[in-house]
């Protein structure tokens, strides 16, 4: 999988994807992650992407030019399943998301900033507007790099059988059970009996009542 991510801020992404899992991906090919510096799109000798808003108000707004020469040029290059805009007002990520989009082949990614982006570009050019969820940040970098991660840990080969998406909470549409390790008493605090009984079967059946339980606690719209 290819993924192109548009930004005023590359410096800010670099870090993310050059650890760990995301890292592994990309040295396995199984993973690219670009970065575009919008402001080589810019406009004029200062390099300008965003203007004052039409009808007052604070605030800027990124300029259409520079992000459609940008998108275009990608486009000329290899077709894209989708063009997504990080906002947040849009529909919240979720695992099904992510699921879905790790199944695409390449992705272009654009990392809004400032008031966001002119309408035309929503309008004509975006297929698909994400929010990692209901808060606002400086900018949309931080959620891309929360989509890509959610992305490229699924995609096949990625992962191994100890780290094993299948396992996740969400994946059923459940949180994760309570998972312990050693040592067994630590402070008084013991660890289940039911998991140092070696009953495979009785365990199974303790992980999907926890899993159920904590799900209507803390999510139980999860459970609707
Ligand atoms: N940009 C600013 N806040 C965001 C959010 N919650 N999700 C996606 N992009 C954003």
């Known amino acids: 999988m290819r993924i192109d991510i548009i930004t005023v801020l590359p410096g800010l992404l670099e870090g993310p994807f050059s650890h760990s899992i995301l890292q592994r991906a990309k040295d396995k090919g199984l993973l690219e992650v670009h970065l575009h510096d919008l402001r080589a799109f810019g406009l004029g000798k200062h390099q300008q992407v965003d203007d004052t808003q039409f009808g007052g108000g604070a605030g800027m707004v990124m300029m259409i030019e ?41 992705l272009i990614v654009l990392c809004g900033h400032y008031k966001g982006v002119d309408q035309r570009v929503r309008d004509k050019i975006i297929t698909m507007e994400i929010s990692i969820g209901d808060f606002v940040l400086s900018g949309g970098e931080l959620a891309a790099a929360v989509l890509v991660d959610s992305i490229g840990r699924l995609l096949p080969g990625v992962l191994n059988d100890a780290t094993s998406a299948l396992f996740d909470s969400f994946q059923d549409n459940l949180l994760s059970y309570p998972v312990y390790t050693r040592p067994s008493a630590y402070k008084g605090e013991e660890v289940p009996d039911i998991l140092l009984s070696g009953h495979q079967a009785n365990i199974e059946k303790w992980r999907q009542e926890k899993a159920i339980l904590r799900t209507k606690e803390i999510r139980p719209d999860l459970l609707d």
């Open 66 to 106: 520079p992000i459609d020469k940008c998108i275009s040029q990608l486009k000329s290059e290899r077709d894209y399943d989708e063009i997504i805009y990080m906002t947040p007002d849009a529909t919240v990520l979720n695992q099904k998301m992510a699921n879905n989009l790790s199944l695409k082949k390449n």
